[in-house]
């Protein structure tokens, strides 16, 4: 079957550095997403990978290695404002987004 | 612009009723999603279009029914509401196909009691 697994919380302070796992197992890879939902929101995109490697933009960084199925999604300089959950998708190879369950973030000052 | 927008925000069914959610986008965007939201699950796929005129199932489409008569509406039926159906809707809409940025309407939650 397909699985996406990430943790279900996480507990970070304001200005720190925070990194969310994501590894997956999928029938074929098209790509990562990584998605911010806040309580009560809908999802918004934050990054896309679909090569090996670091993509940075601004605070958040997302990082892909396909040989070892997993991802990671990179926060620094946390803000109150990024708490929220972050959910981790992989579109397989019916081109099928398949979703995590999310991990909750929650920043304390 | 609006992007997405979905109606109603929030309902109240009884059983065995029927509801349609609706489902609007104004960005032209050729995909469309139903997706249900439920608590410790992820984001789960009832029925996708890729095109005006054609619809597919997702991972759960047993109780649900689409259409797609036009590029910008994109309703979702129940026929027969049962509490399972309890959850948070939402509608999103991609240029092209999964691989593209998915942009999220604002959710419809639903109560079958």
């Known amino acids: 079957g397909q699985n996406i697994d990430q943790p279900t919380e996480m507990t970070a302070t304001e200005g720190a550095i925070v990194q969310i796992n994501c590894t997956y197992q999928?029938?074929?890879?098209?790509?990562l997403f990584w998605y911010q939902q806040h309580a009560g929101e809908a999802p918004t995109f934050l990054s896309y990978n679909v090569l090996d490697g670091l993509e940075e933009k601004g605070r958040f960084s997302s990082f892909l290695s396909r040989s070892k199925g997993y991802s990671y999604l990179l926060l620094k300089e946390l803000q109150m404002k990024d708490s929220a959950s972050y959910l981790c998708?992989?579109?397989?190879?019916?081109?099928?987004?398949?979703w995590g369950a999310g991990t909750k973030l929650i920043i304390k000052p | 612009t609006a992007g997405i927008t979905q109606a109603p925000t929030s309902q109240i069914l009884a059983a065995g009723r029927s509801m349609t959610l609706r489902c609007t986008q104004d960005?032209?965007?050729?995909?469309m999603y139903w997706y249900r939201q439920d608590l410790g699950l992820g984001l789960r796929l009832i029925h996708y279009?890729?095109?005006?005129?054609?619809?597919g199932k997702g991972e759960v489409p047993d109780g649900y029914s689409v259409s797609r008569a036009n590029t910008d509406d994109f309703p979702l039926t129940l026929a027969s509401a049962v509490p399972s159906q309890t959850s948070v809707y939402f509608c999103a809409s991609s240029d092209g196909d999964s691989r593209g940025e998915q942009f999220f309407g604002p959710g419809t939650r639903l109560t079958v009691l």
């Open positions: 960005m032209r965007h050729n995909a």
């Open positions: 999928t029938s074929g890879f098209n790509g």
């Open positions: 998708a992989v579109v397989d190879s019916n081109y099928q987004l398949i």
């Open positions: 279009s890729n095109t005006a005129g054609t619809t």
